[in-house]
């Protein structure tokens, strides 16, 4: 039996692919509108191609003696969701109906979704559980919960499993330092301190100062990416084990760091000094979300390896190279 990953060229994709190689085969699908196929870890089996292309997905699930579906491809830029909202729905929501229906037509039964802190919006508390209400402000987090609703109600009719898992800010690089955070454009704060601090970019924008947070910039909750790639195969053991189904985990740390605070962590990692330009707010940034964990860690066994140090020394070892 194989394991089939959507999106597994792109960041989370790939290093999901790279922890899952060691015990399972797997089929990749990507159409490398974001991702590399560099990414892609040689002993998987890689098909170049969309997952709304029906034919492609007949031919991967005849071919392959598919098990479950790691599902992480998708459009997944705040801002361009704002601008795009019908290339959002059409990829996040139109392909993953696709994909969906296709299993169900093949009578593959298990899925794992990769849903967002975004599905929150702008959370009334400061540590966010997943009893938290949803409530997304744009079309990217929208998307995310359409599929998370979608799945309650497949689930209750067909012979069908899911796990959705809500990430908060993922970050790092794999361990062998093979591979690592690669978006193009880059939009996201480590990654772009690391390249300024590496002579790549003139300067760092801080959005927001005012923030009702200690020092008035951002808080989020950053997780290592293969904490993220672990989460997956231990919910996918879960469910093919019978003890979880259907049902939706937060994975983050359940520490906050401000945009200051990793702009300090990048400098004393890297011996370097940042040159910071304090702009404006970014819209639809809310001040501070940090996650819970403790669902996942009570009903599957999870919890996080990497600190906010081990996160960004694996990410300055990749950029640096
Ligand atoms: N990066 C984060 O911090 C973060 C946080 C929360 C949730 N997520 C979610 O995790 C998932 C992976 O994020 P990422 O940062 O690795 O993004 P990414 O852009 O690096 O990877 C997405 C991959 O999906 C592929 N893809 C997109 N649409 C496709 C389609 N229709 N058919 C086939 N392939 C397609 C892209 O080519 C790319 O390789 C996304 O669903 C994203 O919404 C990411
Ligand atoms: O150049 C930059 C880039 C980011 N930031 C700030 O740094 C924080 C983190 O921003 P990122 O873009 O790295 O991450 P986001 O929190 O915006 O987004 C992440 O979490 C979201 C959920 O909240 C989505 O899931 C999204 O896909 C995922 O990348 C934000 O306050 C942002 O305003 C800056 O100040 N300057």
């Not at 997905?57 to 790691?70: G, P, R, W």
Request: contains cysteine.
């Amino acid at each position: 039996m194989a394991i089939l990953v959507c999106g597994g060229a792109g960041y989370i994709g790939s290093h999901t692919v790279k922890e899952l190689v060691n015990t399972y085969d797997v089929v990749v699908l990507d159409n490398l509108t974001t991702g590399f196929e560099k990414l892609i870890d040689s002993k998987a089996t890689f098909v170049k191609g969309d997952l709304g292309d029906q034919v492609v997905l007949d031919e991967i699930f005849t071919t392959y003696k598919i098990d479950a579906v790691f599902h992480f491809a998708a459009n997944s830029l705040v801002g361009e969701s704002v601008e795009k909202p019908l290339t959002y729905y059409r990829n996040n929501v139109g392909a993953t109906l696709v994909l969906l229906e296709k299993m169900i037509e093949h009578g593959v039964k298990r899925f794992i979704f990769s849903s967002t802190a975004a599905t929150y919006g702008i959370p009334n508390t400061d540590i966010i559980t997943e009893e938290t209400a949803t409530h997304p402000i744009n079309p990217y987090g929208r998307s995310k919960q359409m599929i998370e609703q979608i799945l309650a109600d497949m689930a209750h009719v067909y012979d069908f499993h899911y796990i959705v898992l809500r990430y908060f800010n993922a970050a790092g690089a794999h361990e062998s330092g093979e591979i690592g955070e690669s978006h193009d454009p880059e939009s996201h704060l480590i990654p772009i301190v690391l390249q300024h601090l590496l002579g790549q970019r003139k300067k760092i924008s801080v959005f927001g100062t005012d923030y009702e947070t200690a020092d008035g910039t951002c808080v989020r909750d950053y997780i290592h990416v293969t904490d993220l790639a672990r989460a997956h195969i231990l919910s996918y053991e879960g469910m093919a084990d019978g003890r979880v189904a259907n049902n939706v985990y937060n994975l983050g740390n359940g520490a906050g760091y401000s945009v200051n605070e990793i702009i300090r962590t990048c400098e004393r990692l890297s011996g370097k000094q940042a040159t910071i330009d304090y702009a404006p707010r970014r819209a639809g940034d809310p001040a501070i979300l940090v996650a819970s964990s403790q669902k996942i860690n009570e009903e599957i066994g999870w919890k996080p390896d990497f600190d906010l140090t081990a996160i960004i020394a694996s990410a300055w070892k990749w950029h640096s190279k």
